[in-house]
Nanobody, 115 residues
Framework: QVQLVESGGGLVQAGGSLRLSCAAS????????MAWYRQAPGKQRELVAH???????TYTDSVKGRFTISRDKANNLMYLQMNRLKPEDTAVYLC?????????WGRGTQVTVSS
């Protein structure tokens, strides 16, 4: 089993920054991919950023140039640096880990951006 715990969410004004963290524990394999998703009220869950086992990153268009995903594989940590935040970034942000055909989720951390 894998456990994921997110932290770092909060309330920030538009234009501000936040750094989210995801700590993974349990049966972590050396080869896995991790990602940040978000879900706003009344909307579908959206993939925000993805990082492969080798460190290759991809982003949804709306956050390119503002968000940066990174990971510390040695310590099973993943981060999302969010800059120039906008009200439309308001959502619950969830950590995801995929390995060996399994898909694991954290409970999420709330990010609220005020205008």
């Amino acid at each position: 089993q894998v456990q994921l715990v997110e932290s770092g969410g909060g309330l920030v004004q538009a234009g501000g920054s936040l750094r989210l963290s995801c700590a993974a524990s349990g049966s972590i394999r050396s080869s896995n991919a991790m990602a940040w998703y978000r879900q706003a009220p009344g909307k579908q869950r959206e993939l925000v950023a993805h990082i492969s086992s080798g460190g290759y990153t991809t982003y949804t268009d709306s956050v390119k140039g503002r968000f940066t995903i990174s990971r510390d594989k040695a310590n099973n940590l993943m981060y999302l640096q969010m800059n120039r935040l906008k009200p439309e970034d308001t959502a619950v942000y969830l950590c995801n880990l995929a390995q060996g055909g399994g898909d694991y989720w954290g409970r999420g951390t709330q990010v609220t951006v005020s205008s």
